[in-house]
C-alpha cells in the first residue's frame, strides 16, 4: 500500500500537475462568483482543453474547477443575496445578513474555512472509507432509495419552511416540475404541449437562475422604487450595505472559529453520508448540515440573521459531499453527481474506466488521485484567501446599477449551459414565479431540491414497482426502506408535536 | 377570506385541472402517470392542510403594504423590458438586446448620469465579450439580423 501511495503521490508532484490544478481552482472560483456560471458551466467550457493535457493534469485542472467553483458560489451568495450555484443559496441565508451587517469579510473567511476544511476532511473519508463505504452503498436499492429521497424531501419541508404545509406543497411543485419532458423509462413525451424544447425537459439551471437571482433582483428593484417614490433620497437606495472599515468584522478569531467547529463537523458527516448515494448532492447536504446545526443551536433564533454557525454549516455541508461523491464514481463507475459525471468522462477519455476493478487495477492512481484532491483544496484556501480578501469591495457598487448587471449575468449564465434560447424564458418564467412565491411566502430552496431530486425518485420509485410487480408493499417490507418509511412519519410527527408545544 | 385561503383555491383548481385534463391529455400510458399522479396527490393532499390551516388563522388586513401606482408601473415596466430584451435576441443577437436593457432599466431605477448609463453598459459587454467570446470561446447568441 505504502508503495502505491508513493508511486501516487509521486506521479502528481509534477509542476505542470500543480499549475494545472492551480489554475482550475482560479478558473472555478472566478466563475463560480459570477452569478449564473457555476463549477459545472467551468468544467464543461474547459473540458475540450483537458483533451491536450496528460491525465493527471487533466483530472487535477478539472478537479481544482470543481472544487473553486463550488467555493467562488458561495461569494455571490454572501455578498449579493444571489446564489450562483444551488447548493449556495443556503449560504445565502445568514450570508446575505452578515453583508447587510458590514461583515461580508468575516462571512467570506468562514465560507472559506468551512468548505475546505470540509472539503479536506471529506477527502480522507474518501480515502480511508472508499471500499466498505461502497459496500453499504451496494445494499441500497430502488425501495430503500425512494424512502431515502422521500425522507430527505420532508425534512426540508418540515425544518426548512417557516409553515410546514407550505413547505410540503413547494416540494410538490418542484416534483412535478421534474416530470416535464421525456419519460425516464418508456422516454415517452409528458405535459410537452408539443414543444421541441419541453421534450428535453426542464433544466436546473434556468429554474436556479430565475428563481433566486431573477427573482432576487426583481425584489431589490422594486425596494429601490419604493424608496425612489417615496422620496427617500438619502442613499438608502443607492446601498444597503453597511459601511465598516473595522477589521475585526471582516476577520474570523480563534473563538468564532471554535463556536462553529460542531457546525463544520455535523456537516462533513451529513455531506460525506449523503455524497456516498449517488443523485442526492450537495443542495439536500447543504440544507440538511444547515438544519442540524439550527436545531442543535442554543440560539436558533439568530439563524437566518446573521448567524456564522449557519454559513459554516452549510459550506461544510455542500463541501464534504465533493470526497464521498467520488466513491460511486471510483468504486461502481456511478457518478455522483453532474460534475463526477464529467469527472468520469474526462477520466474515460483519458483511457481509464472507473469501475469494480479501478481500485486493483489503478491503485497508484487512486492515491494521485487524493493527491490531487488536496492540493485543490490548498489552492482553493490560498486563492480563495485572497478573494475574500478584496471581492467584499464589490458590495459597495449601487444597486441600481449593481442588479440591472446580476440580470445580464443570468442571462449569460443561462445560455452558456445548453446554448438554448428557449432556456432564458424559463429563467423569465422562474424569476417571476419566484417573486410572487417570496411574496406568498411559499418557499422556494424544497421546490428546488425537489426538482433536483424528482428525476430520480421517480426512476427509484417505478424501478422498485418493475421489480415488485406492481405491488407497493415492497416499500414496506425492505428493512431499510421500512426504517426511512418511520423515520419520517417520526420527523412529522415529532414537528408536529413540537409545533404545538411552542404555540402553547 | 385570507391570502392563504385563495392560494389554496388557486392550488385546488390548478390540481383538479391538472388530474382530470392535464393528464389524461398529456400522459399516455398508466405507468407513465405514476409519478405524475403522485406528485399531484402529494400538493392536494398538503394543499388540504394549508386550507383547513387557513381557516383557523385571523385574516390580516395590511399583510402586504401595496407601493403607489407609479412604482407598480416601473416595476412592470422593468419586467417586460428583460421579456422584450430575452425575446428579441433570437433576431437581434446578445449584445444590442443587453446593452438596451441595462440603460433603459439603470434609468428607471434612478441613474441620471448619461456617462455612467452609456459607459458602464459599454466596458461591461465589452469585458463579456472578451472572456466569454475570445478567452473561452463560448459563442453568444448572434442573432438573425446583426
Known amino acids: 500500500m505504502l508503495e502505491n501511495i508513493v508511486n501516487g503521490m509521486s506521479m502528481v508532484l509534477h509542476l505542470d500537475n500543480i499549475l494545472a490544478s492551480l489554475f482550475g481552482v482560479t478558473i472555478g472560483i472566478t466563475m463560480g462568483a459570477i452569478p449564473g456560471l457555476s463549477d459545472i458551466t467551468a468544467i464543461c467550457l474547459l473540458l475540450p482543453f483537458t483533451f491536450y493535457l496528460k491525465p493527471i493534469a487533466a483530472i487535477a485542472m478539472l478537479m481544482g474547477l470543481s472544487k473553486g467553483g463550488n467555493f467562488g458560489g458561495s461569494i455571490p451568495a454572501i455578498l449579493f443575496n444571489v446564489p450562483g450555484t444551488a447548493q449556495a443559496v443556503v449560504t445565502s441565508y445568514d450570508g446575505y445578513p452578515l453583508t447587510k451587517q458590514g461583515k461580508s469579510g468575516k462571512a467570506l473567511k468562514m465560507a472559506l474555512y468551512a468548505s475546505t476544511m470540509a472539503d479536506t476532511l471529506s477527502d480522507f473519508i474518501l480515502f480511508f472509507l472508499a471500499a466498505p463505504v461502497a459496500t453499504v452503498a451496494l445494499m441500497i436499492g430502488p425501495p430503500e432509495y425512494t424512502m431515502i429521497v422521500i425522507f430527505s424531501l420532508v425534512v426540508i419541508a418540515v425544518a426548512g419552511s417557516e409553515n410546514f404545509v407550505k413547505g410540503m406543497i413547494a416540494i410538490g411543485m418542484g416534483l412535478f416540475l421534474a416530470v416535464i419532458g421525456l419519460d425516464p423509462v418508456t422516454a415517452k413525451p409528458r405535459f410537452t404541449f408539443g414543444s421541441i424544447e419541453l421534450s428535453a425537459g426542464l433544466a436546473v439551471v434556468p429554474i436556479v437562475l430565475g428563481l433566486f437571482v431573477v427573482s432576487e433582483a426583481f425584489r431589490q428593484m422594486e425596494l429601490i422604487l419604493r424608496e425612489k417614490s417615496s422620496r427617500n433620497l438619502n442613499n438608502r437606495y443607492q446601498n444597503q450595505i453597511k459601511k465598516t472599515d473595522n477589521l475585526s468584522d471582516h476577520r474570523v478569531s480563534l473563538a468564532e472559529f471554535k463556536h462553529c467547529l460542531p457546525a463544520i463537523f455535523g456537516g462533513v458527516g451529513i455531506g460525506s453520508a449523503l455524497g456516498a448515494i449517488p443523485g442526492i448532492g450537495t443542495t439536500v447536504a447543504a440544507y440538511l448540515s444547515y438544519m442540524h446545526t439550527k436545531r442543535a443551536s442554543k440560539h436558533p433564533e439568530l439563524f437566518g440573521k446573521g448567524a456564522l454557525e449557519g454559513v459554516a454549516a452549510a459550506e461544510a455541508g455542500n463541501n464534504a459531499v465533493v470526497g464521498p461523491n467520488l466513491i460511486p464514481l471510483i468504486t461502481l463507475g456511478i457518478p455522483g453527481n453532474l460534475a463526477a459525471a464529467l469527472i468520469l468522462g474526462a477520466f474515460m477519455m483519458q483511457g481509464l474506466v472507473p469501475g469494480p476493478l479501478f481500485m486493483q487495477q489503478y491503485a497508484p492512481m487512486l492515491y494521485a488521485l487524493f493527491t490531487v484532491l488536496i492540493i485543490s483544496n490548498i489552492f482553493t484556501f490560498t486563492v480563495g484567501s485572497l478573494f475574500a480578501k478584496y471581492v467584499r469591495h464589490l458590495t459597495y457598487i449601487p444597486k441600481r446599477i449593481l442588479y440591472p448587471i446580476v440580470i445580464v449575468f443570468a442571462i449569460i449564465g443561462t445560455y452558456i449551459f445548453r446554448s438554448n434560447l428557449f432556456d432564458l424564458i424559463i429563467m423569465f418564467i422562474f424569476g417571476v414565479l419566484g417573486y410572487i412565491f417570496v411574496k406568498i411566502k411559499i418557499p422556494i430552496t424544497p421546490i428546488l431540491v425537489s426538482f433536483i431530486l424528482g428525476e430520480i425518485l421517480e426512476k427509484r420509485m417505478r424501478q422498485a414497482l418493475i421489480i415488485s410487480g406492481g405491488s407497493s408493499t415492497i416499500f414496506f417490507t425492505k428493512p431499510i426502506s421500512l426504517a426511512f418509511f418511520l423515520l419520517t412519519i417520526f420527523v412529522v410527527l415529532f414537528f408536529i408535536r413540537g409545533r404545538k408545544k411552542n404555540k402553547i | ?146
Open chain 2, 1 to 146: 377570506m385570507n391570502r392563504d385561503q385563495k392560494i389554496g383555491i388557486i392550488i385546488l383548481i390548478f390540481c383538479i385541472v391538472i388530474w382530470f385534463f392535464v393528464i389524461p391529455a398529456q400522459v399516455t400510458g398508466r405507468r407513465e402517470s405514476i409519478f405524475p399522479r403522485f406528485t399531484t396527490i402529494w400538493i392536494l393532499i398538503s394543499n388540504f392542510f394549508l386550507i383547513v390551516q387557513s381557516w383557523k388563522v385571523v385574516p390580516n388586513k395590511i399583510s402586504y403594504e401595496l407601493p403607489d401606482k407609479k412604482t407598480i408601473f416601473q416595476f412592470i415596466a422593468i419586467a417586460f423590458i428583460l421579456l422584450i430584451c430575452i425575446l428579441t435576441i433570437d433576431f437581434l443577437g446578445f449584445f444590442i438586446p443587453t446593452f438596451l436593457f441595462l440603460v433603459i432599466t439603470m434609468s428607471v431605477l434612478g441613474v441620471r448620469d448619461w456617462r455612467l448609463l452609456i459607459l458602464i453598459p459599454l466596458v461591461l459587454l465589452l469585458s463579456i465579450h472578451f472572456l466569454i467570446e475570445k478567452l473561452l470561446v463560448f459563442p453568444l447568441p448572434k442573432g438573425r439580423i446583426f
